[in-house]
């Protein structure tokens, strides 16, 4: 059973003659004819009676017109949806993305590129990069802005932020009130980090291995916000990204003056898997305006004279 069948059938019914619908279908009778009976074999009933005047549906006939109305207007709807997605001014993108790109970044890339492309619609999703990189590999979204990730095959990458990271202190912290401070200052406090099989982990084990220490681990959290509400209930001191929701009257948020801390941020996305012209428009898009998000990003970030 095909569309094609379902079609035939659908025609016959309506016009109840065989040459006629034929003719309409642009068919010979024959074809037609042959259509229906593998349509009925399939179904294991016949659907038609014959009378003077051509055919008319019998009572598993007008059953099945139903559903075959049904299915064929499903099939239309479909192809029509998919035409939309496909259609690169009107199409959907779903992209992942960790929750430091919040405030800033992922609002202004979406801005610019509606400013170009007014009809296309978003659906994000965001997550730790772990989270993200899952998604992607399932295909709930098209591509994800995430920390680099190792061992993940099928996949490209193109970075697009060097992202900073704060020194959080409770407010209460020796520290608390200084604008900037070396990493090695917190050398022998107690660290509220990353869990080790997350990407950051890592690059701040680096940072401070570069500042003459490696952390003392007192908690860990896989969450910015968790581990900022960590600092603030006096656990410890973190780096992390500007992290949006953290309460700012029980920590401070201080710049690293050396090393300098900043992470990669990538965009990732499938390379063994179909990509929709409105998500090719979009990745292209990124790659060749990458300059103009970072400067617009930029200029929305907190500047060195204000406060955290």
């Known amino acids: 059973m095909d569309f094609q069948q379902l079609h035939n059938f659908q025609v016959l019914a309506k016009i109840k003659n065989v040459t006629k619908a034929a003719k309409e279908l642009s068919l010979t009778q024959s074809a037609l004819s042959k259509s229906i009976a593998r349509l009925e074999e399939d179904i294991g009933v016949p659907l038609f009676e014959r009378n003077s005047r051509g055919v008319i549906l019998n009572p598993f006939g007008i059953v ?22 496909v259609d690169p001014s009107q199409g959907i993108i779903s992209f992942g993305f960790i929750p ?8 202004n890339l979406i801005r610019l590129f509606l400013n170009e492309t007014p009809s296309v619609r978003f659906q994000l999703s965001q997550g730790a990069t772990r ?16 920390s680099p990730q190792d061992g993940v095959e099928n996949i490209s990458t193109f970075p697009i932020i060097n992202e900073e990271l704060f020194l959080v202190v409770p407010k209460g912290h020796r520290l608390a009130n200084q604008t900037q401070v070396d990493l090695c200052e917190v050398a022998d406090e107690p660290f509220v980090h990353y869990q080790s099989d997350l ?32 600092v603030a209930a006096n656990c410890g001191v973190a780096l992390i990204p500007s992290t949006p929701g953290l309460d700012m009257t029980k920590i401070s948020m201080i710049r690293i003056r050396e090393p300098q801390c900043r992470r990669v941020i990538e965009m990732v996305w499938r390379t063994n898997g179909y990509m929709s ?32």
């Open 100 to 107: 430091s790109l919040r405030p800033s970044f992922v609002p």
């Open 199 to 230: 990407p950051l982990r890592h690059v701040i084990d680096a940072f401070c291995q570069e500042a003459g220490f490696l952390p003392k681990v007192a908690i860990e959290g896989s969450e910015d916000e968790i581990i900022g509400g960590l």
């Open 277 to 308: 012209p409105a998500v090719e428009q979009f990745k292209t898009f990124v790659m060749e305006n990458i300059l103009l998000i970072e400067l617009t990003n930029e200029s929305t970030m907190p500047s060195e004279d204000l406060e955290f």
């Open 131 to 146: 989270k993200v990189i899952q998604q992607l590999e399932s295909v709930e979204v098209d591509l994800v802005f995430c």
């Open 64 to 85: 099945f017109l139903e559903y075959a109305n049904r299915a064929i207007q499903e099939m239309i709807s479909a192809k029509a949806k998919i035409g939309e997605m």
